[in-house]
C-alpha cells in the first residue's frame, strides 16, 4: 500500500488532521491529458503539503445518452492509470462498475471506488474487497449517512477494513442535490475516513437536453463549508478546459484556480486545528 494511504489509515480518529485531496479529470481523455492534470496538481499539492491522489475513471458507464463519450479503451486507460502512479509516486482512484471490473481495474489503480448509484450492490462491493485495494463508496443521492454504516461493512465483513466513505449530496426534488453537513461527523463515527465530493455536489442531473448541468460557482463554497465540518478529503474534477471536456464539463472546476482554492482550504484548517 501506497505511504499515503497507509498513513490516512493509521488515524485513530477522524475528523482532526490535514485534509487530503482526491482530483483529477472525470474520465482520461488522453494519454498526455492525464499526465499533464496530475503533474500540475502534484506541484500545488507539494507546496501546500496537502497528500494528493489523483482520480479520473478509466470508463464512463452511467452516461446520460447513449452517444455520450464513455473512454478510450479499457485496458489501454488502466495502463496509463498505472503510469501516471509510478510516475508521480502517488496513489490513483477509479471507479468500476460491476464485480467483473474489480481485478482488472485493480491492476491500475489503488483505491476502487463505487459510485453512488452503485453503493447497495452487494457482488460489487465483496469483489471490490476482495482485491485487497482501498474501497471508497460514495454515499447514495437516495441514502441517509446512518444507512452507509451497511455498505461499509460489507467491505469489511470480506476481510477488508480499507474503507472511505464519500458524501456526494442528497437529490432534492428531480434537478438539484444539497450537501447535509451533519452527515460528516455520522459516517466518521463509523471510524473511516469521510470525503466530500464538491463538484459531483453541485451536479444538476436530469437535464431536459440529455447533458447533467451544475453550479461550479459554488465550488469554493461548499469546499469551505466541508473542511470547516471536519471532512478529512476533498475531491474534485477539474481540467484546463472544463468547457472542452468530454465528460462533466458542466460543474469541473479549471485547473488554473485550484491554487487559490486550495490554499484558501488550508488556511481554514489551520485555523481549527
Known sequence: MHAILESLFSKEKYGNEPFFLIAGPCVLEDEMMGFRIAEKIMELTHKLGIPYIFKASYKKANRTRVDSFTGIGDQKAISILGDIGKTFDIPVLTDIHTAEEAEMAAEGADILQIPAFLCRQTELLVAAAQTGKVVNIKKGQFLSPEAMVFAIEKVRSSGNDFVMATERGTTFGYGDLVVDFRGIPKMQSFQVPVVLDV?????????????????????????????????????????PKPETALSDGANMLPIQQLEALLTSLTKIRKALF
Do not use: W
Open 199 to 239: 463538484t459531483h455536489s453541485l451536479q444538476q442531473p436530469n437535464r431536459s437536453a440529455g447533458v447533467t448541468g451544475g453550479l461550479p460557482h459554488l465550488i469554493q463554497t461548499i469546499a469551505r463549508a466541508g473542511i470547516a465540518a471536519g471532512v478529512d478529503g476533498i475531491f474534485l474534477e477539474t481540467h
